[in-house]
């Protein structure tokens, strides 16, 4: 979605979403204008920490050690199950030792 934002196509992401996630037959109702405008204001007000979060994530890629990307890769694995603001400092937590050869046990007491 944020890159559909980000390339200065956000109304097309609603119709891209509708065509490609959905079946046919399980179009929801026509999405609320209002709601719309919300989420484009939305992400003008939070389009530089976007970018800069994005800029990040590029940096990481190119400068970070395998155990950065791991710990990023474990921070999305995690937060479909949980709130980002919790997930990040587990992570921290763990990264000190358990994160990349702790014992299941040990893990699941930190998570």
């Not at 609603?14 to 026509?30: C, E, K, M, N, W």
């Not at 920490?49 to 694995?77: K, M, N, P, S, V």
């Not at 921290?92 to 994160?99: D, G, I, T």
Request: charged letters at 25%; proline letters at 7%; a negative charge.
């Amino acid at each position: 979605m944020i890159v559909c934002l980000l390339s200065g196509q956000p109304k097309q992401l609603f119709s891209i979403l509708s065509d490609t996630v959905l079946s046919p037959g399980d179009h929801p109702a026509p999405m609320n204008p209002d709601k719309i405008d919300e989420i484009l204001a939305f992400h003008t007000a939070q389009k530089e920490a976007i970018h800069a979060r994005l800029a990040d994530f590029r940096r990481i890629w190119a400068e970070g050690t395998d155990r950065d990307l791991f710990a990023e890769l474990a921070f999305c694995i995690l937060t479909p199950q949980s709130r980002a603001r919790t997930c990040w400092p587990a992570i921290e937590r763990l990264r000190s030792c358990l994160l990349y050869v702790g014992p299941v046990a040990e893990l699941q007491d930190i998570l």
